[in-house]
């Protein structure tokens, strides 16, 4: 079992920055791949990025390529999200999610385990 809690959500001004955190239960978190999907009010869930099973390849979805990082600290059992130069479409529910496979990470399906979500508001 692995729980997930987000925090680093908030309210900002375009092309400012947030740095989202998901902190992980447990002592196989560098086992897991680690996802981040955001949900915006009326849209489907819609994956962003990703980081495979051991640090191993990370994914972005195409729309904050460039814009946004994902990286994770292994001591911490932490992954981060990045996010620079936000926009309004930006705004949604960020959640965390894990993976047992490295497999499909854009594919909210493939994921075993997910966090509460935090809010990302960006104001024109």
């Known amino acids: 079992q692995v729980q997930l809690v987000e925090s680093g959500g908030g309210l900002v001004q375009a092309g400012g920055s947030l740095r989202l955190s998901c902190a992980a239960s447990?002592?196989?978190?560098?086992?897991?791949?680690m996802g981040w999907f955001r949900q915006a009010p009326g849209k489907e869930r819609e994956f962003v990025a990703a980081?495979?099973?051991?640090?191993?390849?990370?994914l972005y979805a195409d729309s904050v390529k460039g814009r946004f990082t994902i990286s994770g600290d292994n001591a911490k059992n932490t992954v981060y999200l990045q996010m620079n130069s936000l926009k309004p479409e930006d705004t949604a529910v960020y959640y965390c999610?894990?993976?047992?496979?490295?497999?499909?990470?854009?594919?909210?399906?493939?994921?075993?385990?997910w966090g509460q979500g935090t809010q990302v508001t960006v104001s024109s």
């Open positions: 999610a894990a993976a047992r496979t490295s497999q499909a990470m854009d594919v909210g399906g493939k994921y075993d385990y």
């Open positions: 447990g002592r196989t978190f560098s086992t897991y791949a």
């Open positions: 980081r495979g099973r051991f640090g191993s390849k990370i």
